[in-house]
C-alpha cells in the first residue's frame, strides 16, 4: 500500500489553506512556498528563525542517521511500532505526523510496521533543521517533509490521528489542535540511565533525571493510556559509534572539554538504553 501525499497545508503568514499545483503551494492571498528538489517544503518563516540554521546540524544530522542504521535503537523503533500499530486497530486510514522528525528513522519503522496491515497510510516528517528533513526524504521519499516549528504546525485542525514526539520538543497546544477527535500523542523519552556510560564518562557528578513532565498536557480530555519501559543492553558498539552517539546528543555541547576528551576515548562498549514510552489520548469524545 503506498504513502499518501498532503493535500492541504496551512499558510504560515496568513493560515490560510494552502492548495498545491505543481511544484507551489499556495494560498488565496497569493504567499508561495516552492517544493524543494528534494521534495520536502519549507513553511519555516524567516521572522520565525530564531538563527539562519535552525534545529540540528548538518553533522549532527548525519551522525544520528549512522547511528541508527547501525540498529542499535531497534528496540525503541520496534517498541514505537508496536504501540502505534495497537492504537490504530483494525483503522483502515491514517495520519501520522512526526513532529521534530529528525532523519526520519523512528517515523519510516512505524510505516514500514503499518504498511504491512491494509492501510491507507499519510505520514508526515516535521522538523525545524533543513537538514532533517532533507535526509528524512532521502530514507523515504514518500514521506512527505516539512521544515516548520512544532510551534505553528502548518496542517490543518484535526488532520492527523498520531502526533509523534520522540526524544523532541513537544507544544502540547498545536499537538492537540491538528489531532482528530479520539487522536493520540506518542512520546518517547529518555529515562534515568539512558546512555548512563556515556554520560559516566562526560560528566564529573552525572545527573539521573526522571523523563520529562507531562502533566501540563493532561487535563479531563486528555489522559496518559500507556506508559512502557523499553531498557535494553546495546552490543559493543565501536569507536565510531561512540563518536556519533556523542556528536548526535546535547551532551556533546554541554561536556566541558576534559568530559569531551574523555568521550573521545570511548570505545568496544555497550550502553544502556532506558527509554519511557508514553502516549496520551483524547479521552471524551
Ligand atoms: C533529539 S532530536 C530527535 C530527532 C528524532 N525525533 C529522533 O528521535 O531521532 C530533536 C529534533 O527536534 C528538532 N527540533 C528542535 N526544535 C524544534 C522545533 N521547535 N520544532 C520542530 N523540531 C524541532 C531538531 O532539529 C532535532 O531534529
Known amino acids: 500500500m503506498p504513502l499518501l501525499p ?55 544530522i548525519a551522525a544520528r542517521r549512522d547511528f541508527l542504521n547501525s540498529g542499535v535503537y531497534n528496540p525503541i523503533a520496534e517498541a514505537l511500532a508496536n504501540t502505534v500499530n495497537a492504537l490504530c486497530g483494525d483503522q483502515d486510514q491514517l ?6 522528525c529528525g532523519e526520519g528513522y523512528y517515523l519510516n519503522s512505524v510505516c514500514d510496521a503499518l504498511l504491512t496491515k491494509d492501510i491507507q497510510l499519510q ?8 537538514w532533517a528533513v532533507r535526509s528524512c526524504k532521502i530514507r523515504n521519499p514518500k514521506l512527505n517533509g516539512l521544515v516548520a516549528s512544532n510551534r505553528q504546525i502548518p496542517l490543518p485542525d484535526q488532520s492527523q490521528d498520531i502526533v509523534l514526539c520522540t526524544f523532541g520538543f513537544p507544544v502540547y497546544s498545536e499537538f492537540k489542535r491538528v489531532l482528530k477527535p479520539g487522536g493520540h500523542i506518542v512520546m518517547a523519552d529518555p529515562g534515568t540511565e539512558h546512555l548512563i ?8 557528578d552525572v545527573r539521573r533525571s526522571p523523563p520529562a513532565d507531562i502533566s501540563p498536557a493532561l487535563d479531563d480530555n486528555w489522559q496518559l493510556s500507556v506508559s512502557q519501559k523499553v531498557q535494553f543492553t546495546s552490543p559493543v558498539i565501536n569507536a565510531m559509534q561512540c563518536e556519533q552517539l556523542l556528536v548526535m546528543t546535547p551532551h556533546l555541547y554541554r ?18 538504553g532506558d527509554v519511557l514510552i508514553r502516549v496520551i489520548s483524547q479521552s471524551n469524545c
Request: aromatic share 4%; with cysteine; hydrophobic share 35%.
Open 95 to 100: 495520519a501520522i505526523l512526526d513532529a521534530g
Open 6 to 60: 498532503l493535500t492541504q497545508l496551512v499558510c504560515p503568514l496568513d493560515q490560510k489553506v494552502l492548495l498545491q499545483t505543481g511544484n507551489t503551494w499556495r494560498c488565496e492571498n497569493n504567499h508561495c512556498f516552492d517544493i524543494a528538489k528534494q521534495g520536502h517544503v519549507n513553511l519555516l518563516p524567516v521572522q520565525n528563525k530564531k538563527s539562519k540554521d535552525p534545529g540540528d546540524s548538518k553533522e549532527m
Open 197 to 204: 556510560e556515556l554520560r559516566s564518562a562526560i560528566y564529573d
Open 255 to 272: 561536556a566541558s572539554k576534559e568530559g569531551r576528551d574523555r568521550a573521545a576515548q570511548l570505545h568496544d562498549i555497550t550502553i544502556t
Open 123 to 130: 505520514a508526515t516528517g516535521l522538523d525545524i533543521s533543513k
